[in-house]
């Protein structure tokens, strides 16, 4: 399995792993693909369906602040060929100051 974790902690060294566990959780089967289990920041209806699914359904959050949270997140790990959804999940999340509510 993959070391969440760790890797979360390359963007955000202060990262709670009660967090990244239940983000872990709410992906669950996602995970175990490797397709799913990365975003792809390049594909334009990929981002749509984070801002969707996680920004809007999971977070409350939609529209101008959802867009921004998650070009934020792109920006920050445009160096990294392989996002980790998790890692991208919860960076998104501490954009919009959601991590608490988690």
């Not at 070391?3 to 955000?12: E, G, N």
């Not at 990244?20 to 594909?43: E, P, Q, T, Y």
């Not at 160096?79 to 954009?95: C, H, M, N, P």
Request: hydrophobic share 40%; proline share 1%; charged share 30%.
């Amino acid at each position: 399995m993959t070391d969440y974790l760790a890797d979360v902690k390359l963007y955000d060294a202060g990262a709670d792993e009660a967090v990244v566990n239940k983000i872990v959780r709410h992906l669950g089967i996602a995970l175990r693909n490797r397709d799913s289990s990365l975003v792809s920041a390049s594909d334009p209806a990929e981002l749509d369906r984070v801002k969707e699914k996680w920004c809007g359904k999971k977070l409350g959050v939609t529209g101008e602040a959802a867009d921004k949270a998650v070009d934020a997140v792109c920006a920050a790990m445009k160096a990294d060929k392989s996002k980790s959804r998790v890692t991208f999940y919860y960076l998104v999340a501490k954009e919009l100051g959601k991590l608490g509510d988690l």
